[in-house]
């Protein structure tokens, strides 16, 4: 079992940053391929970028690449999101999940987890 609680949403405005965080309990992290999902209000739940277990390895889709960076700090069992030049576009409830036995997927059913989700909205 892997439990996964995200932080750090909120109201920003067009152009700002936030740092999202998400925080692993149960089953080691460090093993673990993480990402993090959105999911706008009547939008499907999209892939947003992952994060390799040693953090070496990153990949985002195209919409968010340049501005948004994940990274991993295994010894704290945490994995951020920072997000840059927000559009209002990025206005979504943000997910962190894991993947225990792949890599690379950017499908939501082969992610084994997930966080509850924090809010962000971007106002123009």
């Known amino acids: 079992q892997v439990q996964l609680v995200e932080s750090g949403g909120g109201l920003v405005e067009a152009g700002a940053s936030r740092r999202l965080s998400c925080i692993a309990s149960?089953?080691?992290?460090?093993?673990?391929?993480m990402a993090w999902f959105r999911q706008a209000p009547g939008k499907e739940r999209e892939f947003v970028g992952g994060?390799?277990?040693?953090?070496?390895?990153?990949y985002y889709t195209d919409s968010v690449k340049g501005r948004f960076a994940i990274s991993r700090d295994n010894a704290k069992n945490t994995m951020y999101l920072e997000m840059n030049s927000l559009k209002p576009a990025d206005t979504a409830v943000y997910y962190c999940?894991?993947?225990?036995?792949?890599?690379?997927?950017?499908?939501?059913?082969?992610?084994?987890?997930w966080g509850q989700g924090t809010q962000v909205t971007v106002s123009s």
């Open positions: 994060i390799s277990w040693s953090g070496g390895s990153t």
């Open positions: 149960g089953r080691t992290f460090r093993a673990t391929t």
């Open positions: 999940a894991a993947d225990i036995t792949g890599w690379g997927s950017t499908e939501r059913r082969d992610y084994d987890y």
